[in-house]
């Protein structure tokens, strides 16, 4: 659970977690088994298809959760079941005391339930019940007085030398760290709970409204025996769980135990319908209660933007995949709900001050929202709850300067060029600086930071413009600020493959910054007028297609554009024609301008070259193979190094707030290029170029960092 009050404190606790030899490389096996048992699991399966049809099936039942919870109650009533509502954790928590009062219960046996945990159930009830989790992690988690590191694997963060020490002070016998023979000492302690239980508290996977039944999805059978043992039974839900029939769930079935642990299906699927009979309970028959919790939901029902968050299936996919996760785990990358997911539900279920620090550890890399099971856009809705948090709190003063710097064009270029003349005693002649400035010292260091160029790209431009022969296409070429003015040879070599490809292309001198490092700061409504000046820069009806050489930039021009003006009458139908035009550099030189083996020099190089897919090329914009293609086609020798497309640690203004992440991340990404034996690096964003490059020469990598059109324009006939 986070309790920082502050980003310096949360800083340093994250950086506690990167210490933890332990933790990291837990998770560096998770996170690597998990991705291929997902891939596995879905092999035999449309994948793409079955998360669309689940996101459009549960928008349409979060538009009519009120109808469905009176259609839930109806049926279930009938069935023998009491239903209740709560508008608040805390109204959840006293319901269900008050059942057990009322039924004279002592002990209490409880399965995994995360909305447990949001309401923190077993705290409100352990002063006046025994209350024993029965799921095997959520028991070692409840021993150690912690919360869930994971939503489907709460333990996930120990080792079994761990739970040995903890079991063998739990049942005072010297236990063995075996985790077979682990299990049999739970499994021993736990059954006598069962037994003396006098009530089992279940969460619901579904609640299905057409039959008022519940479903529950396990993998250890605890559960079973909480909801049947007992003569009482309350499951306690979220109100997003109501479902209109068993054919929704059993749709979501599909996806939730393929993306949450790799498997086509979990041990046990229980379905619950009525009070079922029950030896122990007066009369024969159990005493069954079904708990539901609003807790903000049917606000964010109403939402337009947050709806969406509705649609969790709580499968942890967005956790198992997340770079930051993989480095920090759950009890820093999140509060209660952890993961991308935890990010945001922090903020709606326990406010913004448990979540204004959470939101800044995203690095936007979008690996979230390709695993979601329900589609859930997790990367902008995180990036919106900063903005939101920002609005009101009141916008620090840096980052509102820094908007208001960079929407002023002319300032913000007269700022670089004069950065330029103030760099000269600092340059160390190979395009770094040899000593960084004073902010950049220490944890900071970890990258050499390059500088600006002499001479910035659109100074260049009239020099290098193509002359217009046998023009096929008409191209705007939108350079953002770091290959304007950082790398601008990125630019001209560029303009040299293109220009082969016979591209009649057009660089604006009204363009700027695209505006993402604005929006990874929450400052919005700065980077909308950004967005604006940009679309107004390059008018779409000019031309046929916008190239940018950057990825980032890309996908903040194609899917952020149209949203952030979508409110201005005059601009936003110009957003959407300008955002249709936008392609990325590699993707419009092979698949546009046909660029392909025959244009290159047919001596092929033998120097190993290994590729970074950028985060906002290949999940950004689902470009995937192109350019390794162009770099094989080139005559260059491919390698493929380990997590290619895994972030490289950059993320912008993210790599200033968390360096220490940035740079675990930086090294792991040159670690597996290491391992490839290559001698050049090549990626198609300059901020990842800025990054590997700073890196592999702070380390004293024997490696060439480099943008793909500078390899491309150097290999063409
Ligand atoms: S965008 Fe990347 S860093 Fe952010 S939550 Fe998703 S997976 Fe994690
Ligand atoms: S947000 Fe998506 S990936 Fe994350 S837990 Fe929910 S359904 Fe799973």
């Known amino acids: 659970m986070q309790k920082s009050t502050n980003l310096s404190e949360y800083r340093k606790s994250c950086q506690e977690a990167l210490g933890d030899d332990f933790l990291r490389e837990a998770m560096d096996k998770f996170a690597t088994a998990y991705r291929a048992n997902r891939v596995n699991a879905f092999a035999d399966m449309h994948e793409k298809e079955l998360i669309a049809e689940i996101a459009e099936s549960k928008d349409a039942a979060i ?103 903890l079991f063998s002070e739990v049942t005072g016998q010297q236990q063995e760290s075996d985790i077979q023979k682990l299990v049999k000492v739970a499994r021993r302690e736990l059954r006598r709970h069962y ?77 619950i319908t009525g009070a079922n009979e029950c030896a122990t309970a007066e009369g024969g028959r159990k005493e069954m209660h079904v708990v539901f919790l609003d807790n903000g939901r049917s606000a964010m029902a109403e939402d337009p933007d947050f709806a969406q968050v509705l649609r969790c299936v709580r499968c942890g996919a967005c956790a198992n995949v997340c770079p930051v996760y993989r480095l920090v785990g759950g009890h820093k990358m999140g509060h209660i709900y952890i993961g991308a997911i935890g990010l945001i539900l922090t903020y709606f279920f326990h406010g913004r001050d448990k979540a204004r620090n ?10 979230c929202k390709e695993v979601c099971a329900a589609g859930i856009d997790l990367p902008r809705l995180i990036k919106e709850i900063h903005s939101r948090i920002l609005d009101e709190d009141g916008h620090p003063t840096y980052s509102d300067l820094l908007g208001k710097l960079m929407k002023n064009r002319k300032l913000f270029h ?77 630019m001209a070599a560029a303009v040299k493959v293109m220009d082969h490809g016979k591209a009649h292309m057009d660089f604006p001198m009204e363009q700027s910054c695209c505006g993402l490092p ?42 952020s554009y149209p949203r952030l003006l979508a409110d201005d009458p005059a601009m936003s139908l110009k957003a959407k024609q300008f ?45 995937v193979g192109t350019s390794q293609e162009l770099i094989s086609d080139s005559g260059l020798d491919y390698v493929k ?36 034996g290559a001698k050049q690096l090549l990626t198609d964003c300059p901020g990842c170029v800025m990054q590997l490059r700073g890196g592999a020469r702070r380390r004293g990598d024997d490696l060439q960092v480099r943008h793909i059109a500078e390899a491309l324009a150097e290999r063409l006939k």
């Open 63 to 165: 538009a009519r959760l009120p109808e469905l919870f009176e259609q839930f109650r109806a049926k279930a009533e009938a069935a023998g079941v009491k239903v209740h509502l709560a508008r608040t954790a805390g109204e959840a928590n006293e319901i269900i005391a008050r059942i057990a009062r009322d039924n004279g219960v002592k002990k209490i046996v409880k399965s995994k339930s995360m909305t447990a945990e949001e309401t923190l159930l077993n705290h409100a009830l352990e002063d006046e019940f025994e209350v024993v989790e029965t799921d095997l992690g959520e028991w070692i988690i409840q021993l150690r007085h912690e919360g869930p590191s994971h939503m489907v694997m709460p333990a996930i963060h120990l080792s079994r030398h761990q739970v040995r020490d």
């Open 195 to 271: 037994a003396e239980a006098d009530m089992g508290i279940s969460g619901a996977n579904f609640a299905i409204a057409e039959t008022g039944s519940i479903g529950l999805v396990t993998n250890e059978g605890n559960a079973r025996l909480v909801t049947t043992l007992p003569r009482v039974h309350v499951a306690l839900c979220g109100l997003d769980k109501l479902t209109p029939s068993i054919h929704d769930a059993l749709r979501v079935l599909k996806a939730l135990p393929r993306n949450a642990t790799g498997q086509a299906l979990t041990s046990y699927v229980t379905w």
């Open 358 to 367: 959470l939101v800044q550890n995203c690095i936007n890399c979008g690996a």
């Open 414 to 490: 007269t700022l670089l060029r004069t950065a330029k003349l103030g760099q000269a005693p600092l340059k160390d002649g190979e395009g770094f600086l040899r000593h960084l400035p004073l902010m950049f010292f220490k944890e900071h260091n970890y990258r050499a930071l390059p500088t600006i160029a002499e001479k910035p790209f659109r100074d260049m431009w009239k020099e290098i413009e193509p002359k217009l022969t046998g023009t096929k296409l008409r191209v705007g070429l939108f350079a953002g600020c770091v290959q304007d003015f950082v790398y601008p040879e990125q």
């Open 518 to 559: 604005l929006q990874m700061m929450g400052e919005t409504a700065h980077a909308a007028e950004v967005a604006a000046q940009n679309v107004a820069a390059l008018d779409p009806a000019r031309y046929d297609y916008i190239v940018t050489l950057c990825a980032s930039c890309a996908s903040q021009l194609k899917h």
């Open 579 to 623: 955002a249709d035009k936008v392609i990325d550099f590699s993707s419009f030189v092979r698949d546009v301008l046909g660029i392909g083996a025959d244009d290159f020099q047919n001596v092929a190089v033998t120097t190993k070259t290994a590729y970074h897919a950028p985060c906002h090329l290949c999940r950004g914009l689902g470009v």
């Open 641 to 676: 190094a380990d997590e290619e497309d895994v972030c490289c640690g950059f993320g912008g203004t993210f790599s200033m707030k968390f360096p220490e992440e940035s740079k675990e991340l930086l090294n792991k990404k040159l670690d597996n290029v290491a391992k490839t």
